[in-house]
């Protein structure tokens, strides 16, 4: 009986794939997260703790002294000292709220192919720093392939095709780079766990080496991670706790421009994004947007309209699309790319409510240009402004521009940093803007050579466009 129990034997824990929540037994539905069929077995073995170690809080070191690092009064703590890494762009740079900070662990996720290898690789190759570039998923061969399609070295850039942690931790100390890149966390693992790579233990466990080996080297460290079908970093939710910043690379695979937006940052803001566009010779930053989002077109279509938006700080001009036609089957489709789905439904029924135009037999379609998908409510009045288009068949003058969110009841209600907007319209050549009446304040029309049409409903379109 007493053998039988010092045996070492597989231990095996259920995690729940969506939150990381642990549990002995499987179970069918995460009692912390809601989510059903998530669990999922993994062996773990941990070392036998004796009950002498499990008193972790006994001091330690010789004559009884503890040999803990000591608490240290905030007040005393002297700051500045941080000096950021500049990053070889200035998207990401402005993504990570002004450089690589050092000793910090930011998350790069997106679906396979849309160009994280190629992004990081670039930032290795570009930087003028000492860069350690860890890669589990491709052989040398490979990534230097890549590298002479990207372009020329400025940096220091050394190669480990390496999964085992524990020695590309033991390389890391030898060479002392200013900067590590993994790719990727899902197929790195720790001899410390008999689990598969990729599985959620090690995912948790081998975020969890390089995080201490970033926070006490101060080397900043750079993770890819893969997303699942549902768009989630694959399996823990969890890893998106443990570092300092994520970033989400997205894009559509059929179009060339890809996104880097910030989901958490601790060391800035997180609505900020950069914009690339991918080329045959690797990513290159697009730094004036709105140029490329704005179709060039001779001809005034109907079912056109111009959105003034803002990602984060930055003003950008974007199209939207509608097409609006008689429905051939029963049910009539709604189908938007890039804008919710939801919010489409919404604006429908404001316009039938409120102005009397009428969508319900008629399939909707909604496009934004560029493959981009935009959350700021100020695009509302360029899709109804595009929906009534199209229903109507009226064209909109290319050089006229939009910025309000529409409310329930129609009323069009003022959009933060209307300035900025306006601004960079007239920057682009636009002749008109209509905003709403109510974000005027302080505004003066005259410092702008575009002219600023205000409305208060949807009702008085009608009168300004659609007559
Ligand atoms: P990759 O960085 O391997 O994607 P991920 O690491 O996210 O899976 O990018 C792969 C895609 O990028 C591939 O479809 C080819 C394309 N690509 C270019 O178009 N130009 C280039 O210079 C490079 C290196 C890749
Ligand atoms: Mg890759």
Same mark, same amino acid.
């Given at each position: 009986?007493?053998?039988?129990?010092?045996?070492?034997?597989?231990?095996?824990?259920?995690?729940?794939?969506?939150?990381?929540?642990?549990?002995?037994?499987?179970?069918?539905?995460?009692?912390?997260?809601?989510?059903?069929?998530?669990?999922?077995? +993994?062996?773990?073995?941990?070392?036998?703790?004796?009950?002498?170690?499990?008193?972790?809080?006994?001091?330690?070191?010789?004559?009884?002294?503890? +040999?803990?690092? !000591?608490a240290v009064l905030l007040q005393q703590v002297e700051t500045g000292r941080t000096v950021r890494l500049?990053?070889?762009?200035?998207?990401?740079?402005?993504?990570?709220g002004g450089g690589?900070v050092p000793g910090s662990?930011?998350?790069?996720?997106?679906?396979?192919? *849309?160009?994280?290898?190629?992004?990081?690789?670039?930032?290795?190759?570009?930087?003028? &720093?000492?860069?350690?570039?860890?890669?589990?998923?491709?052989?040398?061969?490979?990534? !230097?392939?890549?590298?002479?399609?990207?372009?020329?070295?400025?940096?220091?850039?050394?190669?480990?095709?390496?999964?085992?942690?524990?020695?590309?931790?033991?390389?890391? %100390?030898?060479?002392?780079?200013?900067?590590?890149?993994?790719?990727?966390?899902?197929?790195?693992?720790?001899?410390?766990?008999?689990? &598969?790579?990729?599985?959620? &233990?090690?995912?948790?466990?081998?975020?969890?080496?390089?995080?201490?080996?970033?926070k006490?080297?101060n080397?900043?460290?750079?993770?890819?991670?893969?997303?699942?079908?549902?768009?989630?970093?694959?399996?823990?939710?969890?890893?998106?706790?443990?570092?300092d910043?994520?970033?989400?690379?997205?894009?559509?695979?059929?179009?060339?421009?890809?996104?880097?937006?910030?989901?958490?940052?601790r060391f800035g803001?997180?609505? +900020?994004?950069?914009?690339?566009?991918?080329?045959?010779?690797?990513?290159? =930053?697009?730094?004036?947007?709105? =140029?490329?989002?704005?179709?060039?077109?001779? =001809?005034?279509?109907?079912?056109?309209?111009?959105?003034?938006?803002?990602?984060?700080?930055?003003?950008?001009?974007?199209?939207? %699309?509608?097409?609006?036609?008689?429905?051939?089957?029963?049910?009539?489709?709604?189908?938007?790319?890039?804008?919710?789905?939801?919010?489409?439904?919404?604006?429908?029924?404001?316009?039938?409510?409120?102005?009397?135009?009428?969508?319900?037999?008629?399939?909707?379609?909604?496009?934004?240009?560029?493959?981009?998908?935009?959350?700021?409510?100020?695009?509302?009045?360029?899709?109804? $402004?595009?929906?009534?288009?199209?229903?109507?068949?009226?064209?909109?003058?290319?050089?006229?521009?939009?910025?309000?969110?529409?409310?329930?009841?129609?009323? *069009?209600? &003022? $959009?933060?940093?209307?300035?900025?907007?306006?601004?960079?319209?007239?920057?682009?050549?636009? !002749?008109?803007?209509?905003?709403?009446?109510?974000?005027?304040?302080?505004?003066?029309?005259?410092?702008?050579?575009?002219?600023?049409?205000?409305?208060?409903?949807? +009702?008085?379109?009608?009168?300004?466009?659609?007559?």
């Amino acid at each position: 009986m007493f053998i039988f129990a010092l045996m070492a034997k597989p231990r095996t824990i259920f995690f729940c794939s969506s939150c990381g929540a642990s549990s002995p037994k499987w179970l069918g539905k995460c009692p912390h997260c809601g989510e059903w069929n998530t669990f999922q077995e +993994e062996i773990i073995q941990k070392e036998t703790v004796s009950e002498e170690k499990r008193k972790s809080w006994a001091p330690a070191g010789p004559n009884g002294k503890s +040999e803990a690092p !000591k608490a240290v009064l905030l007040q005393q703590v002297e700051t500045g000292r941080t000096v950021r890494l500049a990053a070889p762009d200035q998207e990401l740079n402005r993504v990570l709220g002004g450089g690589i900070v050092p000793g910090s662990l930011v998350l790069i996720g997106g679906q396979p192919g *849309i160009g994280k290898s190629t992004l990081l690789l670039q930032v290795a190759m570009k930087t003028p &720093a000492k860069i350690l570039y860890i890669s589990g998923e491709e052989s040398e061969e490979q990534i !230097k392939m890549r590298a002479d399609r990207v372009g020329e070295f400025k940096s220091e850039c050394y190669i480990l095709t390496e999964t085992n942690t524990t020695k590309i931790l033991q390389q890391a %100390q030898e060479l002392q780079p200013q900067l590590m890149i993994v790719d990727s966390i899902q197929t790195m693992s720790t001899p410390h766990l008999d689990s &598969a790579p990729g599985g959620i &233990a090690q995912v948790r466990e081998c975020a969890g080496e390089l995080l201490r080996f970033a926070k006490e080297t101060n080397i900043p460290i750079f993770l890819i991670g893969h997303i699942n079908k549902e768009g989630d970093i694959a399996g823990p939710k969890l890893l998106e706790h443990i570092v300092d910043c994520v970033l989400q690379f997205e894009g559509d695979r059929h179009n060339t421009y890809r996104i880097l937006r910030t989901l958490k940052n601790r060391f800035g803001s997180t609505d +900020e994004m950069g914009i690339y566009e991918m080329q045959s010779a690797g990513l290159r =930053e697009v730094s004036n947007p709105s =140029e490329l989002l704005l179709s060039q077109k001779d =001809e005034e279509l109907s079912g056109c309209a111009v959105a003034a938006t803002m990602e984060g700080m930055r003003p950008m001009l974007i199209e939207t %699309q509608a097409l609006v036609s008689k429905a051939v089957f029963g049910t009539p489709q709604r189908s938007a790319t890039g804008f919710d789905m939801r919010r489409l439904s919404m604006l429908l029924a404001v316009l039938e409510k409120r102005c009397g135009y009428f969508f319900s037999i008629n399939d909707v379609f909604l496009n934004l240009a560029g493959g981009i998908r935009v959350d700021d409510p100020a695009i509302d009045l360029a899709i109804v $402004v595009s929906l009534i288009s199209s229903l109507m068949d009226v064209s909109i003058p290319s050089n006229v521009c939009f910025a309000g969110e529409v409310g329930l009841s129609g009323e *069009i209600r &003022a $959009v933060q940093r209307v300035e900025q907007r306006i601004t960079e319209a007239d920057r682009l050549g636009f !002749k008109e803007i209509y905003v709403s009446k109510y974000g005027m304040k302080g505004i003066d029309p005259k410092r702008y050579g575009i002219r600023i049409q205000t409305l208060g409903k949807v +009702e008085e379109l009608k009168s300004a466009l659609f007559v």
